[in-house]
T-cell receptor, first 112, second 115 residues
């Protein structure tokens, strides 16, 4: 089955800096890669996703890149703000199947 | 994005009692919903897949008699933790995929504390 690894487990940056979180997946059949932001005591919130037919997707300060050959994808947050502080999870699935496999999470701390 | 609502957001119960958690898709229909469990500082662990009109599918190691799942309608799934014990204390989160794009949206989560 699919296995998703995520790094780093914690990331501390200064406000205004960029943050990058990386994930690798094992199943070459996976074709959908969402990213979730989870604030303390809340459910995960979908912030961006990418499908295997594109290599990059951007939404304001957030971007995701996908390298299908290497089977890895990354989340890029530019001009970080304190409210970006949260736990971020990557995930992967094959749209032909229902189960979403999550990474282990990255705790991002943005200091003012 | 689509809205998934979970209730209650937190519950405290005595050991041996049962607790029901509801998950509703507010603006779309969901023939399938997923129930996750999350321990502190850990990732989400899929417990079971709830299927409207049929039995739930449980992940390996999840006790189906302990965690009863009922998908009563296209917008409602319930998780009942039966004969709860302190080790069942956790954060339970449901999710539902939208039909078209398959994006998965999560509820706000329910924190269960068993005394």
């Amino acid at each position: 089955g699919e296995n998703v690894e995520q790094h780093p487990s914690t990331l501390s940056v200064q406000e205004g800096d960029s943050a990058v979180i990386k994930c690798t997946y094992s199943d070459s059949a996976s074709n959908y890669f969402p990213w979730y932001k989870q604030e303390l005591g809340k459910g995960p919130q979908l912030i961006i996703d990418i499908r295997s037919n594109v290599g990059e997707k951007k939404d304001q300060r957030i971007a995701v890149t996908l390298n299908k050959t290497a089977k890895h994808f990354s989340l890029h947050i530019t001009e970080t703000q304190p409210e970006d502080s949260a736990v971020y999870f990557c995930a992967a699935k094959n749209t032909g199947f229902q189960k979403l496999v999550f990474g282990t999470g990255t705790r991002l701390l943005v200091s003012p | 994005g689509a809205v998934v609502s979970q209730h209650p957001s937190w519950v405290i119960c005595k050991s041996g009692t049962s607790v029901k958690i509801e998950c509703r898709s507010l603006d779309f229909q969901a023939t399938t919903m997923f129930w996750y469990r999350q321990f502190p500082k850990q990732s989400l662990m899929l417990m079971a897949t709830s299927n409207e009109g049929s039995k739930a599918t449980y992940e390996q190691g999840v006790e189906k008699d302990k965690f009863l799942i009922n998908h009563a309608s296209l917008t409602l799934s319930t998780l009942t933790v039966t004969s709860a014990h302190p080790e069942d204390s956790s954060f339970y989160i449901c999710s539902a995929p939208t039909g078209g794009s398959g994006e998965l949206f999560f509820g706000e989560g329910s924190r269960l504390t068993v005394l």
